[in-house]
C-alpha cells in the first residue's frame, strides 16, 4: 500500500530576492511516497519490469498530485473549489488506471504461465506414417479408393 507523507521544506525561492528577503527561509508543503518495490516476478522479464515500474511511478504520482489538489481546495476562493476537486477526482481516476493496468499486466502473465506449463505436461503425439510406393501406384490407389492392408504387398507384386 502506498502512503503518503506530508513535510516541510525551506528552500530557497527567487522571489525572495525581488521582495529583499532572507534567502532560504521560504517554507512549501512536500509530499512523498513510500517507495514501493516493484513486483518480481518470476515470469518477468525486463520490459515487463520496466512497464511494471512506469505504473507504479504514474499511480504514486497521480496519489501525490491528488492529495496536493485536495489541500489547495481549503486555499482558494470558493468558486473555484468544485473545479479544484474535479482535477483531484481526475487525478485519483488516472492512479486507478494505472492500478487497473498493472493487475492485468500481471493477470496476463499468470495466465502465459499456466497455459505454457499445461502445453509442456501434454501429451506429444507424433504420427509419423512412412509410405515408399511409386507415383503411379499411389494413384491407382486413390482412383480405386481402396487401399491394401499394406504397402508391401503393392510393391511385391510389381
Known sequence: MTTISKTEKIISHPLEDAFDIESGTTSIVAYETNDEPVANFESYDAKDKEIEAQFQEIYEQSLLVFQ???????????KYTARKAEIAAMYLNTALSAAKEKANLKQAKEKLVIASTAIKKGKNV???????TSRNDLLKMLN????PDSIDSSADKE
Open 68 to 78: 496536493k489538489q485536495i489541500d489547495d481546495c481549503e486555499l482558494v476562493e470558493p
Open 126 to 132: 507424433t504420427n509419423n506414417n512412412l509410405v515408399i
Open 144 to 147: 480405386d479408393e481402396s487401399m
